[in-house]
């Protein structure tokens, strides 16, 4: 079983000859607002959805990133390196808005109903290490899922630069 640390994976994104413009956030369009944070609208899944219908399907559509969000939580409500950051968390909301968002930013036509991640994540204390984790957890669930390596780092690329709206220290 193939399983890479963030670097790793975001190495093999940018050697698969993603930019680093790939990489950047999304910025408000000109001549818009901000989002308000605790609106709920897709602007708050932290980027614009991909194009690449083929990336989506790779996911096996809604029912395979609703997979990959369970899998996903439950390995971290499991580490015991980062257990303690979801101590207090809705684990049923987690679990529907991960999925969400990840079918947004994959372009699979869903809505995402949760916050921005600067707002959800504020005061949490959330490290470098803690982010690294959950990206590792991520891609445990995805290989479980038989989602190929390309996609896993699309999905990947498109949730690198969240790791600014959700480190503290």
């Known amino acids: 079983m ?18 680093g413009a790939a990489l950047a956030q999304d910025p408000v369009p000109p001549g818009e607002k901000p989002v308000d944070p605790y609106a709920q609208s897709n602007a708050n899944a932290g980027a614009r959805p991909m194009d690449d219908t083929k ?23 499991a580490d015991p390196r980062i257990k303690d950051v979801f101590a207090t ?3 049923p909301r987690l679990k529907r808005t991960l999925a969400e968002q990840f079918c947004y ?11 921005d991640m600067a707002s959800v994540h504020k005061d949490m204390g959330v490290t470098n290490k803690d982010f690294n984790a959950l990206v590792e957890n991520l891609q ?16 990947l690329a498109k949730l690198a ?3 600014r709206g959700v480190v503290e220290r």
């Not at 790793?8 to 930019?19: F, M, P, S």
């Not at 989506?56 to 939580?73: E, M, N, P, S, Y």
């Not at 445990?140 to 999905?155: C, D, S």
Request: with cysteine; charged share 20%; aromatic share 10%.
């Open 105 to 115: 930013v994959l372009g699979g036509g869903c809505a995402y109903t949760g916050r």
């Open 89 to 91: 968390t809705d684990v």
């Open 2 to 19: 193939r399983h890479f640390t963030k670097s790793a994976a975001l190495a093999a994104v940018i050697t698969l000859g993603l930019t």
């Open 161 to 163: 630069p969240m790791q």
């Open 55 to 77: 990336v989506f399907g790779a996911f096996h559509g809604k029912d395979g990133l609703t997979r990959i969000a369970a899998d996903t939580v439950d390995r971290s409500l």
């Open 140 to 155: 445990w669930a995805m290989e479980k899922e038989g989602v190929p390596f390309f996609a896993q780092n699309k999905l």
